[in-house]
């Protein structure tokens, strides 16, 4: 890992590789992760983390140098670019262009998420797994794969990651996040598909902002029903 690095780069760091998500499940699956897991800091009253989804991080100036250069000359992409999804705790939640490790005193991602494809699995399985033990040391890596639905976790232990072990309903549980991981079944931006979700231990998903808002609202007509059924009791009365 690089040291903090001061002075400007003599290169531009890439932000963007042009790579196209895999399917339409993939590109709504990650708004759906952002939300679900700002939920679960809400519910926490946490502020001080960030989320990024489908993002570069940087983790070394060696490494952004050689994206540019493989960016530059046009070769295939080999240096690493950025998990599909992934958190960190304890820092500023202000906008960043990508995550780079120098300017943030040295922090990478505490949990990372990646969603599984025929043409990723191997990579994920292999080459990132090893580099988010060994280099990132993130804490706990997540990957979820929608052909099979099913969901694998890892802890980290020393520079090795060990699997976690699901619970009776497949969900995993993310320490840092203090949730289940689980699949749900259901609608999302319009489409009904099994997504991704972070749950409760009863099973119930965390809601988003527009099911919280539904069940307030269900919560307040279901409240004056009961006011106005006991108003015409007592009238009767």
């Given at each position: 890992?690089?040291?903090?690095?001061?002075?400007?780069?003599?290169?531009?760091?890439?932000?963007?590789?042009?790579?196209?998500?895999?399917?339409?499940?993939?590109?709504?699956?990650?708004?759906?992760?952002?939300?679900?897991?700002?939920?679960?800091?809400?519910?926490?009253?946490?502020?001080?983390?960030?989320?990024?989804?489908?993002m570069?991080?940087?983790?070394?100036?060696?490494?952004?140098?050689?994206?540019?250069?493989?960016?530059?000359?046009?070769?295939?992409?080999?240096?690493?670019?950025?998990?599909?999804?992934f958190?960190?705790?304890?820092?500023?939640?202000?906008?960043?262009?990508?995550?780079?490790?120098?300017?943030?005193?040295?922090?990478?991602?505490?949990?990372?998420?990646?969603?599984?494809?025929?043409?990723?699995?191997?990579?994920?399985?292999?080459?990132?797994?090893?580099?988010?033990?060994?280099?990132?040391?993130?804490?706990?890596?997540?990957?979820?794969?929608?052909?099979?639905?099913?969901?694998?976790?890892?802890?980290?232990?020393?520079?090795?990651?060990?699997?976690?072990?699901?619970?009776?309903?497949?969900r995993?549980?993310?320490?840092?996040?203090?949730?289940?991981?689980?699949?749900?079944?259901?609608?999302?931006?319009?489409?009904?598909?099994?997504?991704?979700?972070?749950?409760?231990?009863?099973?119930?998903?965390?809601?988003?902002?527009?099911?919280?808002?539904?069940?307030?609202?269900?919560?307040?007509?279901a409240?004056?029903?009961?006011?106005?059924?006991?108003l015409?009791?007592?009238?009767?009365?």
């Amino acid at each position: 890992m690089s040291p903090a690095f001061a002075a400007p780069l003599p290169f531009e760091l890439v932000y963007d590789d042009g790579e196209p998500l895999e399917s339409d499940w993939h590109a709504q699956q990650l708004p759906c992760l952002r939300e679900a897991i700002r939920r679960a800091m809400a519910d926490q009253g946490r502020t001080d983390f960030y989320i990024g989804t489908n993002m570069f991080v940087y983790y070394s100036v060696e490494q952004a140098r050689e994206v540019a250069r493989e960016m530059e000359e046009g070769l295939e992409p080999r240096a690493f670019r950025g998990p599909d999804v992934f958190w960190v705790g304890g820092v500023s939640g202000h906008m960043r262009k990508a995550w780079v490790s120098w300017e943030e005193g040295g922090r990478l991602p505490d949990v990372i998420i990646e969603l599984l494809s025929p043409s990723t699995a191997r990579v994920d399985r292999t080459v990132k797994k090893d580099l988010y033990a060994q280099v990132f040391r993130t804490k706990e890596y997540f990957m979820a794969d929608p052909e099979t639905r099913t969901l694998e976790g890892f802890d980290l232990v020393g520079r090795v990651y060990q699997p976690k072990v699901p619970d009776a309903r497949g969900r995993l549980w993310c320490r840092q996040l203090k949730a289940y991981f689980g699949f749900w079944h259901g609608a999302w931006m319009g489409a009904e598909a099994d997504w991704v979700r972070l749950v409760h231990a009863n099973g119930d998903p965390l809601p988003t902002q527009a099911e919280a808002a539904e069940q307030r609202a269900e919560a307040a007509e279901a409240e004056v029903a009961r006011l106005r059924a006991l108003l015409e009791e007592r009238a009767r009365d």
